[in-house]
T-cell receptor, first 110, second 113 residues
Framework: EDQVTQSPEALRLQEGESSSLNCSYTVSGLRGLFWYRQDPGKGPEFLFTLYSAGEEKEKERLKATLTKKESFLHITAPKPEDSATYLCAVQAYNNNDMRFGAGTRLTVKP | DSGVTQTPKHLITATGQRVTLRCSPRSGDLSVYWYQQSLDQGLQFLIQYYNGEERAKGNILERFSAQQFPDLHSELNLSSLELGDSALYFC????????????FGPGTRLLVL
């Protein structure tokens, strides 16, 4: 069965303190790995899609990387507005649903 | 703004009742997905429709059903509601049938009393 595990569950950073969020996955034939940001009570907001090991994508202070077993979301010099829950999801070739991890709740203090 | 719209934003109802949640996908998207998000379960895939046909089924209860209409909007019907059905329900859409990015709507918050 496809599984997605995100760590840590919660992360508190000072403004400007860079860090990484981890997403470990087990899937039979990865079709795509997706990162979303979710603010409380709102819908997940798309960040990145990664399709193959070695692929990297960047957007402002965020950079996502992918290996055959895990993905990292690197946050460089975070700001308080980066505070949110970051969700990782995988989709396999043998089905159309997305399996989500439980998320990492990031708090960035000024 | 993802371009996906959902109505209503909030819904309060009683146990045993039936409700209908509505979703309009982004312009040009043919697939609609429904998800349930509760505090203890995280984001759970319920069902997918592509161009009017059911394409994938996840952890959807028999009391729940969905359909996608010719104009591509979708409705999720929840019946015989229980307290445990209280959750956020999200709709997402994508261009094709699978593998593409899914864009999420703002959600409907359902409270069953």
């Amino acid at each position: 069965e496809d599984q997605v595990t995100q760590s840590p569950e919660a992360l508190r950073l000072q403004e400007g303190e860079s860090s990484s969020l981890n997403c470990s996955y087990t899937v039979s034939g990865l079709r795509g790995l997706f990162w979303y940001r979710q603010d409380p009570g709102k819908g997940p907001e798309f960040l990145f899609t990664l399709y193959s090991a070695g692929e990297e994508k960047e957007k402002e202070r965020l950079k996502a990387t992918l290996t055959k077993k895990e993905s990292f979301l690197h946050i460089t010099a975070p700001k308080p507005e980066d505070s949110a829950t970051y969700l990782c999801a995988v989709q396999a070739y043998n089905n159309n649903d997305m399996r989500f991890g439980a998320g990492t709740r990031l708090t960035v203090k000024p | 703004d993802s371009g996906v719209t959902q109505t209503p934003k909030h819904l309060i109802t009683a146990t045993g009742q039936r409700v209908t949640l509505r979703c309009s996908p982004r312009s040009g998207d043919l697939s609609v997905y429904w998800y349930q998000q509760s505090l203890d379960q995280g984001l759970q895939f319920l069902i997918q429709y592509y161009n009017g046909e059911e394409r994938a089924k996840g952890n959807i209860l028999e009391r729940f059903s969905a359909q996608q209409f010719p104009d591509l909007h979708s409705e999720l019907n929840l019946s015989s509601l229980e307290l445990g059905d209280s959750a956020l329900y999200f709709c997402a859409s994508s261009v094709a049938v699978g593998g593409e990015t899914q864009y999420f709507g703002p959600g409907t918050r359902l409270l069953v009393l």
